[in-house]
């Protein structure tokens, strides 16, 4: 059953405003039409969630074409969205789709149409070069994941509810840690528990790494089990109307980590919670980094420190900002990271500590809230 707290109602999701706030980022895109490609983008323009749909966005219209497995659904959402009063819904066949999406460009008058150039193929770009012939298309990266970056509080609201049941759904499964489950048994019971508590999915492929395991950073669960001593890093999150959670916790069964690992829990947890205390409005991601990054050095593991330390979250896992050395965007009230140094000792383990938060306009107010005590003893209840 699914607790109460988790059941209230979310804030509306509103996307009516989107398509105005795009159109004046397309001349500096060096375009005066932009078509979408990427499901992402076309969701958050248009509150659309299927899995085939393109958008073209002009000056003064948008048009959405899918197929017919979404007749139905499409014009339900864009009219629950707020943006169906100003998005033209054709559905029909691949070849249908792409002459009303080349129509709307030649009456508009679009000269120059923008691509997603991060994500549409070269086979791709060869196909729509042939249906908008009468137009040059030209590469664009980022527009619109530029509105994306900032969050508002309807987005907030369901990435705080996937956090709560992230966390809900760890404290469900730990106890089982101490039956030598193995670490696909565990990542398929906290899978489900997400579900039951109210998840569409979750948000990643769940990493369950225990003993020499937990030195890769992004091991799959496998057939190991998980036994007494062993020091296992739990990394997962759950999807709530397509926006997404990302927490990792390190836990050591049966009482105190190994000592070789002692001191490794202690470096990245302190260099955790400075990263959290760095994140605020006007720092840059690189800053954050650096913090996290100079305290693991300071205790003698920056060699074994790989990778960046987080990342932006969203209707993507891995979106913008990227939060790494050297990384330069600018935090702003709004914006969601990560949060996750990690230290990896080959054949021995490993120790990542992760949260998901918001910077607000004077710090930051983390939305998973799972304790990070890595301690875990006893039996299951």
């Known amino acids: 059953m699914t607790p109460a707290w988790l059941g209230g109602a979310l804030a509306p999701l509103l996307v009516g405003d989107r398509l105005d706030r795009v159109r004046p980022l397309l001349d500096d895109a060096g375009a005066d039409a932009l078509l979408v490609t990427e499901l992402a983008n076309v969701r958050y323009l248009t509150g659309f969630t299927g899995s085939a749909g393109t958008l073209l966005v002009t000056a003064d219209e948008a048009m959405l074409a ?14 629950a969205s707020g943006a169906g009063a100003v998005v033209d819904v054709v559905v029909g066949a691949p070849a249908a789709q792409r002459d009303a999406l080349a129509g709307l460009a030649a009456r508009a008058g679009a000269r120059r149409i923008g691509l997603e150039a991060d994500g549409i193929t070269w086979a791709a770009q060869r196909r729509w070069a042939e249906v908008l012939r009468s137009a040059e298309l030209v590469a664009t990266s980022g527009v619109v994941e530029a509105l994306r970056l900032v969050k508002d509080g309807a987005e907030l609201d369901r990435m705080g509810r996937a956090a709560a049941i992230a966390d809900a759904a760890l404290a469900e499964t730990l106890p089982m840690l101490a039956d030598e489950p193995t670490e696909a048994e565990v990542a398929l019971v906290l899978d489900s528990a997400m579900r039951r508590l109210g998840a569409e999915d979750r948000a990643f492929e769940t990493i369950v790494a225990s003993g020499p395991n937990a030195a890769k950073p992004h091991a799959r669960p496998g057939t190991r089990r998980i036994a007494a001593g062993d020091c296992v890093v739990i990394d997962f999150g759950a999807i709530v109307e397509g926006y997404r959670s990302d927490m ?83 935090l702003a009230p709004g914006v969601v990271v990560t949060v996750e140094p990690g230290v990896y000792l080959a054949g021995v383990g490993g120790v990542r500590v992760e949260d998901t938060v918001v910077v607000t306009e004077d710090g930051c107010r983390p939305l998973t809230r799972f304790p990070k005590e890595p301690l875990l003893d006893g039996a299951r209840s």
């Not at 899918?66 to 009219?79: C, I, K, P, V």
């Open 66 to 79: 899918t197929d017919g497995r979404y007749r139905t659904q499409a014009g339900e959402q864009l009219d």
């Open 248 to 330: 990792t916790r390190t836990f050591s069964v049966g009482g105190n980590p190994p000592s070789i690992l002692a001191p490794v829990f202690d470096a990245v947890t302190t260099a955790q919670a400075a990263g959290v205390d760095a994140v605020r409005p006007g720092v840059t991601t690189g800053e954050v980094d650096r913090v996290c990054r100079d305290l693991v050095t300071e205790a003698g593991y920056g060699n074994e420190f790989e990778h960046g330390t987080g990342h932006g979250v969203g209707l993507h896992i891995h979106e913008a900002p990227a939060v790494g050395p050297g990384t330069t965007a600018i």
